[in-house]
């Protein structure tokens, strides 16, 4: 009946949840830079998966390349039926190798170039 239960102060358990967050935060924001400036490619970030991508929106992480938006992504991602809220950790290998290859493909003949799509835009008016 006297038995004592000792309570951990929740300070520090809130604090290094909070340090946490923030390293993910500022890992996932150095990782969407490199990808900006081209220092890594998107397709790679896909295959191999890294920590701070695995949590992260495949959108998101299509967006933070240069010169792609909500409609590039939500038009490539229709291509293969995934949401543009899944994430990049729970993609199955054959998600990931379909995506990899459309992208790296894409890369190739630049289909999805801005330029193509206002020239298709524009051959098609």
């Known amino acids: 009946m006297n038995a004592t239960a000792t309570i951990a102060p929740p300070g520090p358990q809130h604090m290094r949840a909070l340090e946490r967050a923030n390293q993910v935060r500022l890992a996932r924001a150095e990782l969407k830079r490199r990808v900006a400036f081209g220092a ?26 240069r010169r792609w938006g909500q409609t590039r992504c939500r038009r490539l991602l229709a291509r293969i039926p995934m949401s543009e809220k899944k994430t990049v950790g729970s ?9 990899a290859a459309m992208l790296s493909s894409a890369e190739g003949r630049r289909a999805w170039s801005a330029t193509s799509w206002v020239t298709g835009s524009l051959t098609r008016a």
């Open 40 to 65: 890594i490619e998107v397709g790679e970030v896909i295959l191999h998966c890294p920590w701070e991508a695995h949590g992260m929106a495949v959108a998101d992480l299509l967006v933070s390349q």
């Open 91 to 99: 993609m199955t290998d054959r998600q990931r190798h379909a995506l």
